[in-house]
């Protein structure tokens, strides 16, 4: 069984400060890898994803994640953020087929910018 | 890129009335539907996974006959919520598989919808 672990529920940040929103994954199969951000009242919205190849994946909206399989994360990062970077971000894994390509979701963390 | 659409976007019923919500891809066939719950400030929750021509299959805990899924075509599905409670007003999130594009690499990725809010009083 899969399950991912968003080690924060809220980060708050300042403005052009950077930013690093951690994940963790257990699996026991080949896993993708995937980092939405969902603003009030809206859908998801795929930032970046880790299918296979190179472990730095760059994503909208200037976001990247490295994935590091010894440690099983895929920790999200941004040099520098906006206010409009503030809403809620999910960490997601799904097995490749395995299991019916589910995706399961991570507990999400709540960005907060500040001015 | 590929677009999911959901209807309605928002809807309030009275306890014990059904609501239908319908999800669409709207520029690509999904064999693969899925269907999500979200509570206020959580996570999503996958309900079911709808394949087109056969039975949805159920997450552990969910009421197959209280949420009814019919996925009748390759670009429809619809999540019927029976007798609805209180206890049932949530964010409903569908998500749809598009196999067309496995070339490009997006063979593993779901399109989600904008979601729709059901408040039932």
């Known amino acids: 069984a899969q399950s991912v672990t968003q080690l924060d529920s809220q980060v708050p940040v300042f403005e052009e400060a950077p930013v690093e929103l951690r994940c963790n994954y257990s699996s026991s199969v080949s896993v993708y890898l995937f980092w939405y951000v969902q603003y009030p009242n809206q859908g998801l919205q795929l930032l970046l994803k880790?299918?296979?190849?190179?472990?730095l994946v760059k994503g909208i909206n200037g976001f990247e994640a490295e994935f590091n399989k010894s440690q099983t994360s895929f920790h999200l990062r941004k040099p520098s953020v906006h206010i409009s970077d503030t809403a809620e971000y999910f960490c997601?894994?799904?097995?490749?087929?395995?299991?019916?390509?589910?995706?399961?979701f991570g507990a999400g963390t709540r960005l907060f910018v500040k001015a | 890129g590929a677009v999911v659409s959901q209807h309605p976007s928002w809807v309030i019923c009275k306890s014990g009335t059904s609501v239908k919500i319908e999800c669409r891809s709207l520029?690509?066939?999904?064999?693969?539907m899925f269907w999500y719950r979200q509570f206020p400030k959580q996570s999503l929750m996958l309900m079911a996974t709808s394949n087109e021509g056969s039975k949805a299959t159920y997450e552990q805990g969910v009421e197959k006959d209280k949420f009814l899924i019919n996925h009748a075509s390759l670009t429809l599905s619809t999540l019927t919520v029976t007798s609805a409670h209180p206890e049932d007003s949530s964010f409903y999130i569908c998500?749809?598989?598009?196999?067309?594009?496995?070339?490009?690499?997006?063979?593993?990725?779901?399109?989600f919808g904008p979601g729709t809010r059901l408040t039932v009083l």
């Open positions: 880790y299918l296979s190849g190179s472990t």
């Open positions: 520029d690509f066939q999904a064999t693969t």
């Open positions: 997601a894994v799904s097995d490749g087929g395995t299991g019916g390509f589910k995706t399961i």
């Open positions: 998500s749809a598989r598009d196999w067309g594009t496995a070339a490009s690499g997006a063979y593993n990725e779901q399109f």
